[in-house]
């Protein structure tokens, strides 16, 4: 399996692309929805790849979402966004949630050993939870191939994993690394069918998918049908071929869930909105994990953490027979963009790059309220907190405590310089208000939340 952060090939191989699908929900300007048919329709024809289905996330809500090319060959489909598609690799962020789910249930610790779940693992009662989930274990990784080497074509159990490639020596000591291991998934796969007495499919289905609305299917159990998409694979640069299918067993815990773009962006959603897990649920997923040097990995639970150089950014690429996924979520923005492929040549980071390129991240506060938290952030600099300007709530936390510790910190800094709109997006009923402020000698983060331009908070953080 494709390493999830490498570069993909780009073809020459140039083949005819037809275009299906529809926006749902046309918030985004047509300017910007044509850039994007273009990008992705240049990107199949530059790679060859049948068809890309795409969702984007703006402001919190699905903004657009669209198919292109054909779905299946022979006889010819056209892809449409109600289709599923692979996610490959994505799938571990939901296993990681279903673990998180047990957690909160209290019948398991992240810092639990695997070896109190499953027995004779190499080193299991020293290896923890979290660190087969964050790739830190030290389990070697049953599927390094970008193609499904002719043993994933024969049935497998899970113990079958075990006994070859995690009751063996490991390739580093448990913290001493990080190496990526669809190993350790199918691991944390068996602990949530001890921990919760339940197939793995059925409790991720039951607990994950079902109350967030997800229609996924399970193709460790087989391919998807005709209604969704086909997966497709080439040697070398030549025409795409039906892809071989992983047999069953392969699959569980690590790559094991096809679902629609759009399906996928409402999971993006919850993951911003903080819905289904508790908020402390969703940190742990996304806390960086660090090695026992204290060297930051840039991966927390399932996810890969890191920024864009503007904003923190939490994505995944994944790959099974026949597909490629890209999944890049920036929380603080409410922004999402979603790019599956029916290929496993094609360039599903690259269409999302572009897609980003032809998208601005979020709305941005308007120039009136910018100036009206220019003013309301100077007088704080100087101990003073307009009252016409905060709820009832804002004004009790503006308390002469905190002022006097505004002034205190704020006044130093010098002259304002100025106040640069970052984002606005909403949040739990406030329309959310960031900025970047610059004084004199140095600068800070605003993040500001309003009800009818009324303050319920005026938050300053280091930039």
Do not use: C
């Amino acid at each position: 399996m494709r390493f999830p952060f490498a570069p993909l090939l780009t073809s020459l191989f140039m083949g005819s692309v037809l275009l299906s699908g529809a926006a749902l929900g046309a918030d985004l300007a047509p300017d910007v929805t044509a850039k994007i048919d273009a990008a992705v329709t240049q990107a199949l024809a530059d790679t060859g790849t049948p068809a890309a289905s795409i969702a984007v996330v703006r402001d919190g809500a699905i903004a657009y979402v669209h198919a292109y090319g054909q779905a299946r060959r022979e006889p010819a489909v056209a892809a449409t966004p109600a289709q599923r598609f692979a996610i490959g690799s994505v799938s571990k962020q939901f296993t990681a949630a279903a673990l998180m789910l047990l957690v909160e249930d209290g019948t398991l610790s992240l810092d639990d050993t695997v070896g109190k779940f499953i027995p004779n693992l190499t080193d299991g009662d020293r290896i923890t939870i979290r660190q087969v989930l964050s790739h830190t274990a030290g389990y070697r990784d049953f599927w390094p191939q970008d193609y499904v080497p002719a043993m994933m074509e024969k049935p497998i159990t899970t113990d079958g994993i075990f006994d070859r490639w995690a009751r063996v020596p490991l390739d580093f000591q448990p913290g001493e690394s990080w190496q990526y291991s669809n190993t350790g998934f199918t691991i944390a796969a068996r602990i949530v069918e001890k921990a919760s007495g339940k197939p793995f499919f059925t409790f991720l289905n039951e607990r994950v998918l079902k109350p967030l609305g997800l229609d996924a299917a399970d193709i460790d159990q087989g391919p998807l049908g005709p209604k969704d998409a086909a997966g497709y694979t080439r040697f070398a640069l030549g025409q795409p071929r039906p892809a071989p299918k992983e047999a069953a067993g392969w699959l569980v815990g690590a790559a094991q869930l096809a679902l629609t773009p759009q399906d996928l962006a409402r999971w993006d959603i919850a993951l911003m909105q903080r819905k289904l897990l508790k908020p402390e649920s969703w940190a742990a997923m996304e806390t960086s994990v660090r090695l026992n040097n204290g060297q930051d990995t840039r991966y927390g639970l399932g996810l890969t953490v890191t920024s864009d150089g503007a904003a923190r950014l939490l994505r995944h690429g994944g790959e099974v027979s026949g597909f490629l996924a890209e999944n890049r979520v920036w929380p603080d923005l409410g922004m999402a963009i979603v790019v599956l492929v029916n290929s496993d040549y094609g360039d599903p980071a690259a269409i999302a790059q572009k897609i980003s390129a032809a998208l601005p991240l979020s709305t941005q506060p308007s120039a009136t309220e910018t100036a009206t938290a220019r003013a309301f952030l100077e007088g704080l600099a100087q101990g003073r907190a307009d009252t016409a300007h905060l709820t009832a709530n804002g004004a009790a936390y503006f308390s002469p405590a905190a002022l006097a510790d505004y002034a205190a910190t704020l006044g130093p800094l010098g002259a304002l310089k100025d106040v640069k709109p970052i984002a606005r997006r909403l949040r739990g009923g406030f329309t959310e208000e960031i900025y970047q402020a610059a004084f004199a000698s140095r600068s800070v983060r605003i993040v500001a939340r309003a009800d009818a331009g009324r303050y319920e908070q005026f938050m300053i953080y280091v930039d």
